[in-house]
């Protein structure tokens, strides 16, 4: 079941005032307003049958990743001979879509995404869909100190960071690089450019980093940015690394409340991060715990992989392929159409807890 609500007409984008980082809007050709356009500025959210409503697409432009993280790829990244990811034609349509149907919110995430040359090309191609009015990245910031300013000048509004510790030899453990001091100056940099928000990941791992919170709180007391702690996952092909990292989220959130930090209110179209802030620190921290029991009744997000697969869920059991309706904008009416039909299959929940983890056999072949 779908239900498409209905709320007074939002303003085009195109009437707004402004534009994201100075780019100009014509730098990408945009596809010419048809019918379905018209009426998509009279949708909200998609809605299924739970009640949640998805205003927020996480797509996934590579697999590839350069790093070697423990808890996700400690062999490194492995082409499989048959890799061909989605163009920026075949983003810009799929956007398009995703848009008719309400969604505002795009998270580009990988693999590691600023492996791709034409990243810039690719955010200024999301930044000119009508409806979109949020663009934030995923990465891992080796290349941040680099190019950080090239991508907001292209449209970006927010960037997430994965930084797993605050130790440069613990950073070089976890990660398989030694490239700390490239991601702590990329995340400096990216203070100063006026995004609506950076955030830095990482992920909770016992015997790794578990001990770091005194020195997070000292790098957030000034800063304003959100450090996010994720708690370890299971994946297809992690299992024993699990087993032995694994680290409760809320252990976590318990010692942040004994130290006076307070629950703040989650907005609609935010991640699935628990925020918390404390009034004698600039940042805030958000915690996110998949293996809580009220994780998935605040699901507000739809993934789509690097080939064009919709998942409807993190750790699902199929895929829908959109990629043939992304070939020709005269298939736009018809990718809505499929997109729309599907959500009536999400499942109320994942089945993390009984050791189910579906198609997903590590974190970089969909994003996360």
Sequence with gaps: MIKIMVHAGRMPKAMRSGNRGGRRRDLVAARPASESD???????SLTDGYGRSFPYLRLSLTEACNYRCSYCLPDGYRADGASRFLG????????????????HKIRLTGGEPSLRKDLPAVIAAVSAV??????ALTT?????PRHVRTWREAGLTALNVSMDSLDAGRFHAITGHDRFAEVYE???QALTLG????????????GCNDDELPCWLDYLRERALSVRFIELMRTGDNLAYFERHHLRAEELELRLQAAGWRLRVRAADAGPA???AHPQFRGTIGVIAPYSRDFCTGCNRLRVTARGDLRLCLFGDFGIALRPLLQSDADHDALVMRIATQLGLKAAGHGLHQGHTGLT????????
């Excluded at 034609?89 to 149907?101: D, K, M, P, Q, T």
């Design 88 to 103: 920026i034609a075949e983003i810009r349509r799929l956007v398009g879509g995703f848009a008719a149907l309400g969604m």
């Design 361 to 368: 056999p590590h974190l970089a072949s969909i994003g996360g």
């Design 274 to 276: 628990r925020e918390y």
């Design 195 to 206: 995004l609506e928000s950076v955030k830095v990941n990482a992920v909770l791992l016992r």
């Design 186 to 188: 990329g995340i400096e």
């Design 140 to 144: 891992n910031g080796c290349l941040l």
């Design 130 to 135: 009508r409806g979109v009015r949020k663009i």
């Design 38 to 44: 018209e009426r998509a500025q009279m949708m909200g």
